[in-house]
């Protein structure tokens, strides 16, 4: 199974500074159609999980442009510009390059 | 607009079988692939499965194979997993998913929750 290991385990950001997460991947996300098959996943307290990011750097229809992401066949890091408390949840990457479809630890973001 | 609607909550004892059910509305169930994930607290998420609607093709998660089997009632457009021989380890969130436009889960259920207790 392919492996995502995500970092921090916990960031605590100001409201209108920037916060990074990162992902990396056991093994290569890139597919044979030339597709990163990583996503991005919000889960806010209490909540079901969201869809932020598709294909390693697509934004999903309503997600803010506050949120970016970028990466490598294998290093993937998500970006949050100006954070809000709104953002206040765990994030998860995951993926869908082959069976079976596995998910990052989560990253835990608060607001000081 | 999509609806995920996921039956509620489930106390069961060590051993026994569940059924939960995600009756869904707001997209063609017949294509769809409807997934299953079982959330743990740690936090962790893990795919348990899907279910092609439109002849009850399945893939599981080698992980979950025995434990989980998942069928629809198209009639319904509502999908289920029974998870039999149940134990602590088994004690979770499920959430069901749909695809989309973007990929396998770009919905979810509200999710339910499953506590095994004598």
């Known amino acids: 199974d392919i492996v995502l290991t995500q970092a921090p385990l916990s960031v605590s950001v100001t409201p209108g500074e920037s916060a990074s997460i990162s992902c990396r991947s056991s093994?290569?996300?890139?597919?044979?159609?030339?597709?990163?098959?990583l996503y991005w996943y919000l889960q806010r307290p209490g909540k079901s999980p969201q869809l932020l990011i598709y294909?390693?750097?697509n934004l999903a229809s309503g997600v803010p442009d506050r949120f970016s992401s970028s990466g490598s066949e294998t290093d993937f890091t998500l970006k949050i510009s100006k954070v809000e408390t709104e953002d206040v949840g765990v994030y998860y990457c995951g993926h869908r390059l082959e069976y079976p479809f596995t998910f990052g630890s989560g990253t835990k973001l608060e607001i000081k | 607009q999509v609806k995920l609607l996921q039956s509620g909550a489930e106390l069961v004892k060590p051993g026994a079988s569940v059924k939960l059910s995600c009756k869904t509305s707001g997209f063609t169930f017949s294509t769809s692939y409807m997934s299953w994930l079982k959330q743990v607290p740690g936090p962790s998420i893990e795919w348990i499965g899907w279910?092609?609607?439109?002849?009850?093709?399945?893939n599981y998660n080698q992980k979950f194979k025995g434990k989980a089997t998942l069928t629809v009632d198209k009639s319904s457009s509502t999908a289920y997993m029974d998870l039999s021989s149940l134990t602590s380890e088994d004690a979770a969130v499920y959430f069901c998913?749909?695809?989309?436009?973007?990929?396998?889960?770009?919905?979810w259920g509200q999710g339910v929750m499953v506590t095994v207790s004598s």
């Open positions: 294909q390693m750097s």
């Open positions: 093994k290569s996300l890139l597919s044979s159609k030339g597709i990163t098959s």
């Open positions: 279910i092609y609607a439109g002849d009850g093709g399945t």
């Open positions: 998913a749909s695809p989309g436009y973007y990929g396998p889960f770009d919905y």
